[in-house]
């Protein structure tokens, strides 16, 4: 039976096929799936063009026993934020599936201090070709220590220390300072913050951004106006409750992810404050969750879903090329919307 002759009757494709439909050998087609170099770029072309016409799946088990690869890759995450996870396993999921790769995925229970036994259980039993580490996991050193044990190929969303490493990076500090300026010019001067988790890379970003935008305006910090948070819808109902009970409560709230800022806007309705005419709040992320809320929030763009994407794509050069695989600084944008508006007079 002819390629074109399974294509019509909707049989599946083989590998066999694919390579008599583009005229090359079974090898070429392998090379081409694998995205290995040295292939034509007229053959490679001619090689896809085939895959798509034939909706030519590969077939991971085959692949497997056939080479020293599993085609798996892992995704270890412990991050309280549902959205910005969603987001980054989107990007992940997108990038394996490019490259015909599986994604398994490894989450850790945060309160589980002995957690890397099982996990490392899970890695070896899934013979994964390699890893993508999600903060605060990406700067966990117990994990870091094993996997170079184990010489297994990790990239790294949003290290603490990018240097020697490959995946994503995102100049947070700058992306505060621009959003801090933004409620200054709104003539803001108490801003609260409700910073994110110690452990966190991004908390203590976020957190010095905060504090050199306020230098910057010549503005006095106050470590009254900063209280803890955890990255959770609940944290930032607490957080917010602390910052609005205050003496002299603030104008606006910058809490250090969407999920926080959520529960800011929550409590300032049940206070009956209006936002933004009460209370300017602002977020950090841009997540889904941040265009539903009423008020739409003020929040600064990180391209979450591009950074596991690219997270990912570094990661199997690396696996292809242990001297390949880059750390990629992605780019970011404030969102402003309706939870930001002028500092009221009487305030």
């Given amino acids: 039976m002819s390629a074109r002759t399974k294509e019509a009757n909707g049989t599946r494709a083989r590998i066999e096929d694919v390579a ?40 991971l088990s085959a692949r497997s026993l056939a080479g020293q690869r599993a ?58 070709d390699g890893l993508v580490l999600v903060p605060p996991l990406t700067d966990d050193a117990k994990l870091l220590d094993a996997l170079h044990e184990r010489r297994l190929p990790f990239a790294s969303i949003s290290p603490r220390v990018p240097e020697g490493r490959f995946g994503v990076t995102l100049d947070e500090r700058a992306a505060v300072r621009e959003l801090m300026a933004h409620l200054i010019q709104l003539g803001h001067r108490r801003i609260g913050h409700i910073k994110g988790p110690p452990q966190h890379g991004a908390g203590t970003w976020r957190h010095s951004g905060y504090r050199e935008a306020l230098k910057q305006a010549d503005i006095p910090y106050d470590p009254a106006l900063v209280v803890k948070g955890e990255f959770t819808f609940e944290s930032g109902m607490a957080g917010a409750r602390q910052l609005l009970d205050l003496p002299d409560p603030p104008t606006a709230i910058f809490a250090a992810n969407d999920d926080m800022a959520a529960g800011v806007l929550r409590v300032a309705g049940e206070r009956g404050l209006s936002v933004p005419r009460d209370l300017s709040v602002c977020g950090f992320d841009d997540t889904p969750l941040s265009r539903q809320i009423f008020p739409s929030l003020t929040t600064v763009r990180q391209p979450t879903n591009d950074m596991g994407r690219v ?9 292809r090329d242990p001297e390949a695989g880059d750390m990629v600084k992605m780019g970011y944008a404030l969102q402003l919307r309706e939870s930001t508006g002028p500092r009221r007079s009487h305030r």
Avoid: M, W
């Fill in 20 to 59: 008599q439909a583009a005229g090359v050998s079974i090898k070429t087609v392998s090379r081409v799936l694998n995205h290995e170099p040295n292939v034509r770029e007229e053959t490679r072309l001619r090689v896809e063009e085939a895959v798509a016409r034939l909706q030519y799946k590969p077939n």
């Fill in 71 to 128: 085609y798996v890759i892992v995704l270890v995450y412990d991050n309280p934020s549902r959205n910005y996870l969603t987001e980054i396993q989107g990007g992940v999921l997108e990038a394996c599936r490019a490259q015909h790769f599986a994604l398994a995925l490894a989450p850790v229970d945060p309160d589980d201090r002995d957690y890397l036994p099982e996990l490392i259980d899970l890695i070896d039993h899934s013979r994964a």
């Fill in 311 to 319: 997270a990912t794509e570094e990661l199997l050069k690396a696996i």
